[in-house]
C-alpha cells in the first residue's frame, strides 16, 4: 500500500494561516497528490487532508466519520459555542438537528423570503440619503434585522446595530484558527453579551411573560424536550437559538461577493431581470466560487481506507471545502464564474459544499442552507432590479491568502435610486 505523501514541517499552521484558501490546492500541486496528503498543525498534530467528490462522500459517512471534540477551542468558543450542535454527534446530534429541520416549513421558508424582499425595499430611502453604502456592513445590519424578525426574537431598533457588531465579530473570529488571535477575548464577550440576551428572552418566554409566535425558532426551542423528555439548559438553548440566525446573517459575505460578481459581468444583472431562475443559479455559483469555508475538521471512527490508503482510526482529518468546489474533476472550468452551470446541476450533496456536505437530517450540513439560496436570491434581485447605483473606484481585490475571506473595501457603492423604470 502506497505512503501518503506529506507536507514536511513540525507545525504547518503558519503555513496554512499565510496560503488561506489556497493553501490545499497549493499543497496538492506541490506533491503531486490529487486526492489525499499529509501535513502537521494545530500544534503538531498529524492531519490527513482529503480533497474531492468522493473526500466528501467518505467524510460525511457517520460509520467512518466523527467529529465530536475535532474543532478547535477558539472557533467553539466564540463562533458556535459550548455545547452547540455542531459539536455534538450520534442520537443527541440527530435529535437536535431535527429540531433545526423542523424550522424549514414552506411557510416558514415563504416568511423569510418575504422578510428579506421587504426589508431591502424599505431599507432603499435610506440608502438613497447615504452619501456611500459600504454593502458588507449595510447587509449585516439588514440581515440582523430579518434574522431576529423570523426567529421570533425581540431585537429592539436601538439594539440591532449592536447585535450586528458582536455578531460580526464573532464569525471574523474563524481567523484565529489554530494561532494567537488579539480578537479571542472581545470575540468571546461579544458572543457572551449575545448569549445572555437570548438567554434571557428564553426564560421569558417558558415563564409565559413574552409570546414568541408558535413556529418561530424562540418559540419552539424554548419549548423543545429532548428524547427523554427533558427541556434545553437555557444556556445552551440560547446558543442553539442563536445559530438559527447566525448564519443568515454571516451571508452578508455572500451578498458583497455578489455584487462584485454582478460589478465584474453585468450581463448577470440583466440575466436576473430577465431570467426566472438566473437569480437561483447565481446564488449558487456565488457560494461555489468565492471564499466561505476553508476546510472543516473531523477524525476517523475507525478503521478505513481512501484512495488506495489506510486511514487509521483516531486520525484527525480535514475535508478540503475550497478546493473541492475548484477542482476541474467537480466543475468544469472551475476557476471561471459561470452561473449557466446550475442549469443542469443534479444537486448532489458533495460537489457544491460550502455550508457541508451530506444528508440535512444527520449530518453536519448547515441547517440554514435553504435560507441562505433564499436570501442571497431575493438581494440579487434587489440589486439588479430594484435600485441603481453606482460603484466608485475602490480595492474590489478578493484576497484569498485571509481567511475569512473578503472583497477588501467591503464593496461600495453610492447614488443609490429606487429604479423607477421596471419594464
Known amino acids: 500500500m502506497s505512503t501518503i505523501k506529506r507536507d514536511k514541517g513540525l507545525d504547518n499552521t503558519l503555513k496554512v494561516m499565510k496560503e488561506g484558501y489556497l493553501y490545499t ?12 496528503f499529509e501535513t502537521r498543525g494545530l500544534g503538531g498534530k498529524r492531519i490527513i487532508v482529503l480533497s474531492g467528490k468522493k473526500a466528501a462522500e467518505t467524510f460525511y459517512d457517520n460509520d467512518k466519520i466523527e467529529r465530536k471534540g475535532t474543532l478547535p477551542k477558539r472557533v467553539v468558543n466564540t463562533l458556535f459555542g459550548q455545547g452547540a450542535i455542531h459539536t455534538t454527534t450520534g442520537k443527541k446530534h440527530i435529535d437536535r438537528k431535527a429540531l433545526f429541520m423542523s424550522l ?3 411557510g416558514n421558508l415563504k416568511h423569510l423570503r418575504e422578510l428579506t424582499r421587504n426589508h431591502w425595499y424599505m431599507n432603499t430611502h435610506r440608502m438613497e440619503q447615504m452619501d456611500q453604502i459600504n454593502i ?15 426567529a421570533g426574537v425581540q431585537a429592539p431598533e436601538e439594539k440591532i446595530e449592536e447585535i450586528a457588531t458582536d455578531m460580526d465579530i464573532m464569525i471574523d473570529s474563524f481567523r484565529g484558527l489554530g494561532t494567537a488571535f488579539k480578537g479571542y477575548k472581545s470575540s468571546v ?4 453579551r449575545v448569549e445572555d440576551w437570548l438567554e434571557d428572552q428564553i426564560i421569558q418566554t417558558r415563564k409565559g411573560k413574552i409570546h414568541p409566535p408558535e413556529g418561530t425558532a424562540l ?10 423528555g427533558n427541556p434545553m439548559d437555557s444556556r445552551l438553548c440560547a446558543i442553539d437559538l442563536m445559530n438559527t440566525f447566525r448564519p443568515l446573517i454571516a451571508i452578508n459575505r455572500f451578498v458583497s461577493f455578489g455584487l462584485l460578481g454582478m460589478h465584474e459581468h453585468p450581463i448577470s444583472k440583466e440575466k436576473i431581470n430577465n431570467e426566472e431562475d438566473y437569480a437561483y443559479m447565481f446564488s449558487q455559483e ?27 482510526k483516531d486520525t484527525m482529518l480535514l475535508l478540503d471545502i475550497y478546493g473541492t468546489m475548484h477542482r ?3 466543475f468544469e472550468n472551475p476557476n471561471e464564474f459561470r452561473p449557466e452551470r446550475f442549469l443542469d446541476w443534479d444537486g448532489s450533496p458533495f460537489d457544491l459544499i460550502p455550508q457541508g456536505g451530506g444528508d440535512y437530517y444527520t449530518n453536519h450540513r448547515c441547517a440554514g442552507e435553504w435560507m441562505t439560496v433564499i436570501i442571497m436570491e431575493e438581494t440579487m434581485k434587489y440589486f439588479a432590479g ?8 475602490q480595492d474590489l481585490r478578493v484576497d484569498l491568502n485571509s481567511i475569512p475571506g473578503y472583497v477588501k473595501s467591503g464593496f461600495i457603492i453610492e447614488n443609490v435610486k429606487e429604479n423607477l423604470d421596471r419594464g
Open 286 to 312: 456565488v457560494r461555489r466560487f468565492y471564499p466561505f469555508v476553508p476546510f472543516l475538521p473531523a477524525k476517523a471512527k475507525t478503521d478505513f481506507h481512501f484512495d488506495g490508503h489506510k486511514i487509521d
Open 189 to 192: 464577550k461579544a458572543r457572551r
Open 104 to 106: 424549514m416549513t414552506e
Open 136 to 150: 458588507y456592513r449595510e447587509s449585516i445590519i439588514l440581515l440582523t434585522k430579518v434574522g431576529t424578525k423570523w
Open 219 to 228: 418559540y419552539e426551542f424554548a419549548h423543545w424536550e429532548d428524547y427523554l
Open 328 to 330: 476541474e474533476d467537480v
Open 25 to 36: 490546492t497549493n499543497q496538492r500541486q506541490r506533491l503531486g497528490a490529487d486526492n489525499i
Open 386 to 393: 430594484r435600485i441603481t447605483y453606482d460603484v466608485p473606484e
